[in-house]
């Protein structure tokens, strides 16, 4: 089974449009932290946000906010009035401890957010 | 300007071919991975290390060899490549290599093998 999951594969809006991008995630551990990238057509990945499962407070950065509900293991990401530039392939991530300390940090197989003019 | 570096970005070859792809980075991290990324499957790892001669294997390490000489490059090696290894391919590093960090990532390795 998955562990993070990102049910659409493809979402289309038009500029201006609010558009949430789905994760939801499957773990054991208490201590956890949750992840989201944005790879743009360019193909570099770049890091958005962190959210620790600890921390359940949502947050808002410019026209871009996460909603994080530990209830339903769901990490989703909104994008406000969105705009050309936010077409980009989004990334959840989730990394969790392993034994020997090490980690391999879980993706889900990513949203393709087209926006257009 | 802190970064991974990757070389080459795009790479056709044939198979069998032996082929190595460079990672570097600059910012001193102790933390480095190699990931694939195919269409539907998101990014999938295949190695990592979290220092000079300490590698593992992540979830997909079959055909693929990696070392960790220096702590700034991490060489992800094909011995034998074949066309199911065609595929997006990212470098990434963090500090550490802690659960709380994020990962920095390279511009990507286009690979085909024909």
């Known amino acids: 089974a998955q562990k993070v999951t990102q049910a659409q594969t493809e979402i289309s809006v038009v500029e201006k449009e609010d558009v949430t991008l789905d994760c939801v995630y499957e773990?054991?551990?208490?201590?956890?932290?949750l992840f989201w990238y944005k790879q743009p057509p360019s193909g570099e990945l770049v890091f958005l946000i962190r959210r620790n499962s600890f921390d359940e407070q949502n947050e808002i950065s410019g026209r871009y906010s996460w909603n994080f509900q530990k209830s339903t293991s769901s990490f989703n990401f909104t994008i406000t009035a969105s705009q050309v530039v936010d077409s980009a392939v989004y990334f959840c991530?989730?990394?969790?401890?392993?034994?020997?300390?090490?980690?391999?940090?879980?993706f889900g197989r990513g949203t393709s957010l087209i926006v257009h003019p | 300007e802190a970064q991974v570096t990757q070389n080459p970005r795009y790479l056709i070859t044939v198979t069998g071919k032996k082929l190595t792809v460079t990672c570097s980075q600059n910012m001193n991290h102790e933390y480095m991975s190699w990931y694939r990324q195919d269409p539907g499957l998101g990014l999938r790892q295949i190695y990592y290390s979290m220092n000079v001669e300490v590698t593992d294997k992540g979830d997909v390490p079959e055909g693929y060899k990696v070392s960790r000489k220096e702590k700034r490059n991490f060489p992800l090696i094909l011995e034998s490549p074949s066309p199911n290894q065609t595929s997006l391919y990212f470098c990434a590093s963090s500090t550490r290599g802690t659960t709380n960090e994020k990962l920095f990532f390279g511009s990507g390795t286009q690979l085909s093998v024909l």
């Open positions: 773990t054991r551990d208490t201590t956890y932290y």
């Open positions: 991530a989730l990394s969790e401890a392993r034994a020997g300390g090490s980690y391999i940090p879980t």
